[in-house]
Nanobody
Framework: QVYLLESGGGLVQAGGSLRLSCAAP????????MGWFRQAPGKEREFVAA????????DYADSVKGRFKISRDNAKNRVSLQMDSLKPEDTARYYC???????????????WGQGTQVTVSS
């Protein structure tokens, strides 16, 4: 288990941008496939983006492709999610994840952060 701390959520108008960050104080994240998931009220947690341990490979949900970008800085033990052209349907609590499985199933993620709320107004 890894303790993950997210930051950067907030309220933004449609079309705006936010940048989420995830850190693991005192731990190294370089050995993990890292990712972001989100959960809206009444819905299941869903995959958003993932990045390989080296940062050389990324994967995105179809709903965010071309608008979101995941990145990592292993030297700083930090993973980020740049979210542009935000839509009201992006409103959810966003969770940082360490140890994302190949099938992207949230049930098999190794560790979760506490989440950060993103609200997009129309």
């Amino acid at each position: 288990q890894v303790y993950l701390l997210e930051s950067g959520g907030g309220l933004v108008q449609a079309g705006g941008s936010l940048r989420l960050s995830c850190a693991a104080p005192g731990r190294t994240l370089s050995v993990y496939v890292m990712g972001w998931f989100r959960q809206a009220p009444g819905k299941e947690r869903e995959f958003v983006a993932a990045i390989s341990w080296s940062g050389g490979a990324t994967d995105y949900a179809d709903s965010v492709k071309g608008r979101f970008k995941i990145s990592r800085d292993n030297a700083k033990n930090r993973v980020s999610l740049q979210m542009d052209s935000l839509k009201p349907e992006d409103t959810a609590r966003y969770y940082c994840a360490a140890g994302v499985p190949k099938n992207l199933d949230p049930h098999f993620v190794n560790s979760w952060g506490q989440g950060t709320q993103v609200t997009v107004s129309s």
